[in-house]
């Protein structure tokens, strides 16, 4: 039996509500972070942030994102002075 392991993140992550459009690239990124077998969602740019910032993370900011977890938290930063809606994805 195959068991996979979901992000704890997944039910409330705002990529999937709100920023990615097209159902097969979520689909994409959910095998291949967010629904796998060896925990991807650890590798998740948005995953480390989230756990290190404890904050919102940009909408913008993709699980394989090319920019740095220290670059991540300096978009969180400046987002911080935006009233961004804040849907819990760090439960
Ligand atoms: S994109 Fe990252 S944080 Fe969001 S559910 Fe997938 S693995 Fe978790």
């Known amino acids: 039996m195959i068991f996979f392991k979901e ?3 997944l039910k409330k992550c705002p ?3 709100k920023s990615i459009q097209s159902k097969l690239i979520g689909k994409a990124y959910k095998s291949l972070y967010c629904q796998t077998m060896n925990e ?3 590798e998740c740019k948005r995953y480390i942030a989230s756990e290190k910032y404890k904050k919102p993370i940009p ?3 993709l699980p394989n994102s090319s ?3 220290e670059e991540i ?3 969180i930063h400046a987002d ?3 009233d961004q ?3 819990g994805e760090m439960d």
């Open 7 to 9: 992000c704890p993140k």
């Open 15 to 17: 990529i999937f509500l």
């Open 40 to 42: 991807r969602h650890l």
């Open 59 to 61: 909408e913008n900011i």
């Open 67 to 69: 920019l740095t977890i």
């Open 73 to 75: 938290g300096k978009r």
């Open 80 to 82: 911080e002075s935006n």
């Open 85 to 87: 809606e804040y849907l």
